[in-house]
């Protein structure tokens, strides 16, 4: 082999090694690009699936947000109607207590007056059960509650029971409209028939009327 042949000989094998390396670099090259666009993709597909995952929650959050907002209002709306409605009938019941007290201030003047009270004495000696028993009335009600009325009262109540009975006045009352309190000398036992204390033991009957009268 001559000195030329020899050197294109080598020539063409470092051309081979040359080319065999820029294959090999341009195939690594390569799959790193192509592993590379995939990690991409997996990462631009990972970020998408985040991003809506994350739209999704913050709309979701949104919306129960505004339903418990939307909650909150009725409920508000609710409670002031009911307290709003809670002060309106207590307005009406108070305006009827004021205008019954006017009219039973206005009835202890009339002749019918009397009459009332002996059947609230004779109905509170029964409940007492008879005895020896006290009045409270106003000063100037004891005028309708004559001895020979109390006699009479009396008789009715051991006629009905078999309990002898008497009657006295005790200290009169004033902070009241009428009617009056019987109770028996020892204590043990009393009967509230004032104007005050009937309305009292209907105030319920009363604030139901009133209720069924506004929802109607």
């Known amino acids: 082999m ?6 294109y000989s080598e020539e063409l094998g470092l051309q081979s090694i040359k080319k065999s390396i820029e294959n090999e670099a341009k195939l690594r090259h390569d799959i790193i690009l192509s592993e590379g666009k995939k990690e991409a993709e ?18 979701s959050d949104a919306k129960n947000q505004a339903n418990q907002h939307k909650q909150q209002r009725i409920s508000k709306i609710k409670l002031e109607s009911q307290m709003n409605f809670l002060k309106f009938r207590e307005e009406v019941i108070d305006n009827i207590l004021v205008d019954l007290q006017t009219d039973l201030q ?6 019918e007056y009397p009459k009332v009270l002996e059947r609230f004495l004779l109905e509170s000696a029964l409940a007492i059960g008879g005895g020896d028993l006290e009045i409270l009335m106003k000063k100037e009600d004891q005028t309708h ?3 020979a009325l109390l006699s009479k009262i009396s008789k009715e109540v051991n006629t009905e029971i078999g309990v002898v009975t008497k009657f006295s006045f005790g200290k009169p009352l004033t902070n009241t409209i009428g009617g009056l309190k019987t109770f028996r000398k020892d204590g043990k036992i009393l009967v509230d028939d004032t104007f005050e204390a009937r309305i009292n033991r209907k105030i319920d009957v009363i604030r139901n009327t009133v209720v069924e009268k506004l929802l109607s």
């Open 42 to 59: 997996k990462i631009i597909k990972e970020a998408k699936s985040e991003a809506e995952k994350t739209k999704n929650k913050l709309f």
């Open 2 to 7: 001559s000195a030329n042949q020899g050197q």
């Open 106 to 111: 206005k009835f202890t003047k009339t002749k």
């Open 145 to 147: 509650l004559s001895d």
